[in-house]
């Protein structure tokens, strides 16, 4: 257990210089700024429509950088070490998104009641979604134990951690596992945004029912999809679709991690022994092209807390500047405004975190998620009125961008790694993906 639980352990971060990370924080705002003011598009695709916003921009335009490292001009140059501190980064950048969203959760807390049994119940979806479409098309294609990992869950962080205590890293299973965490790294956010954006202008669903697809148990792919929902919604329905969302993002990384271990994980591994032998003859493959992927124990990240203070702080800094940009760029948002408000929410991040560092078992992303829901309940607490009037000018898709940004940089670094893992995974990660937010729609569905 001791072995599996270290090869899901994250690799150290590496040191970069003051100067380097000050080039990383401009050269991302600069991405944000240009992603911001190339604004959204979109486009038709049969009876739908496909749309793409600023923080998708911000995702290839990142990625792009840094995979062109040698090529860009030594101030846009964003090598393999700040790629890796950019990984940092945005792990401690998310929790300024995790308090956006537990504000906006506590201040539209009754429209979430209103949603009801369908926020628990579309768990089952999110939790199922993924085995329902991705095993037996794992299977078809030759896939073997690799497929238990890579589709009994959309393997965020939590379940890296799943597998590596019950079946190790470097087994089929871990390799699986690794397969979808690094698709979705690199392509579930444009995967998902897409996928989201053309279901939504089917009209076939209740924009509530997409909107609790969209939490999906990961703060980048939830702020796509659910950016691509929104856009083709009523502005003044928005802020309550984005509750809910944030609601059914926070129950999946919740409630998500013991479903996944105690269902959907007993029921991918008891379903692969009784379709395998039926669904993997019709492949003419006799195993996966997956071999042992090198520096596979460094894919998680350096999670938050365990970045120096300096760097966390610096996170912050770098989520709030490219906040106001994207305030004033897309949404007419004035500076001072802007300022205001992520002064208030970088507070209660730098608070917790904090407390965090001072108490190691404290459970971070809950605590904060929780906090922040119950200071923007209106009339909860004295300064809850004026706290939901300060931050509500903060756009919620304006914390979506820079989070892309650093994610494109962060990803960049493991593309060399991504390519080794062979196209029949990535093909299957994504249905998964695609069988989780499905999944979790149709259930709500149920109940609109």
């Avoid at 076939?204 to 148990?217: N, Q």
Wanted: net charge positive; hydrophobic share 60%; proline share 6%.
């Amino acid at each position: 257990m001791t072995s599996a639980r270290a090869a899901a352990m994250p690799a150290p971060p590496v040191a970069v210089a003051g100067r380097g990370k000050l080039k990383l924080l401009v050269v991302t705002l600069a991405v944000v700024a240009l992603a911001e003011w190339i604004g959204p598009a979109q486009f038709k695709l049969g009876p739908g429509r496909i749309v793409l916003l600023p923080m998708l921009w911000a995702l290839l335009l990142a990625a792009a950088l840094g995979l062109a490292e040698r090529r860009v001009p030594a101030p846009l140059r964003i090598g393999h070490s700040l790629q890796t501190c950019a990984g940092g980064l945005l792990n401690a950048g998310l929790l300024l998104f995790v308090v956006k969203l537990g504000l906006t959760v506590g201040a539209f807390l009754p429209q979430v009641r209103q949603a009801g049994w369908a926020l628990l119940f579309q768990e089952f979806g999110h939790a199922f979604g993924t085995l329902a479409l991705g095993l037996p098309l794992a299977l078809l294609l030759g896939i073997k134990r690799e497929a238990v990992g890579a589709t009994f869950s959309v393997g965020r962080e939590g379940n890296l951690v799943i597998i590596g205590e019950k079946y190790g890293m470097q087994s089929p299973e871990g390799r699986g596992v690794l397969a979808e965490y690094i698709t979705g790294t690199v392509l579930g956010a444009l995967f998902i945004a897409v996928l989201a954006g053309f279901i939504t202008s089917l009209n076939i669903f209740d924009p509530r029912s997409l909107a609790m697809g969209a939490g999906v148990g990961s703060g980048s792919m939830m702020a796509a999809a659910m950016g691509a929902i929104a856009a083709q919604q009523p502005a003044a329905q928005v802020p309550q679709l984005t509750a809910i969302a944030a609601a059914a993002n926070l129950i999946t990384m919740v409630v998500g991690f013991y479903f996944t271990l105690f269902l959907s994980l007993p029921a991918c591994s008891w379903l692969y022994g009784k379709l395998e032998p039926v669904l993997g003859r019709f492949s003419k493959r006799q195993g996966t092209d997956v071999g042992a992927v090198p520096g596979a124990g460094g894919a998680g990240g350096v999670v938050a807390h365990e970045l120096p203070l300096a760097d966390s702080v610096l996170a912050w800094l770098l989520m709030a500047a490219a906040v106001v940009v994207g305030n004033a760029l897309s949404y007419q948002v004035a500076p001072l405004d802007s300022l205001i408000g992520m002064a208030i929410v970088v507070a209660i991040v730098a608070a917790v975190d904090l407390l965090k560092r001072a108490v190691p078992r404290l459970p971070l992303v809950l605590v904060l998620s929780v906090l922040a829901t119950l200071v923007g309940v209106p009339g909860l607490l004295p300064f809850s009125d004026a706290v939901i009037a300060l931050t509500a000018k903060l756009n919620f898709m304006a914390f979506t961008t820079p989070v892309l940004a650093l994610a494109g940089f962060s990803v960049a670094k493991d593309l060399p790694i991504f390519r080794q893992l062979g196209w029949r995974i990535v093909v299957v990660s994504l249905t998964a993906t695609a069988g989780t937010f499905l999944g979790a729609t149709l259930i709500a569905e149920l109940f609109h």
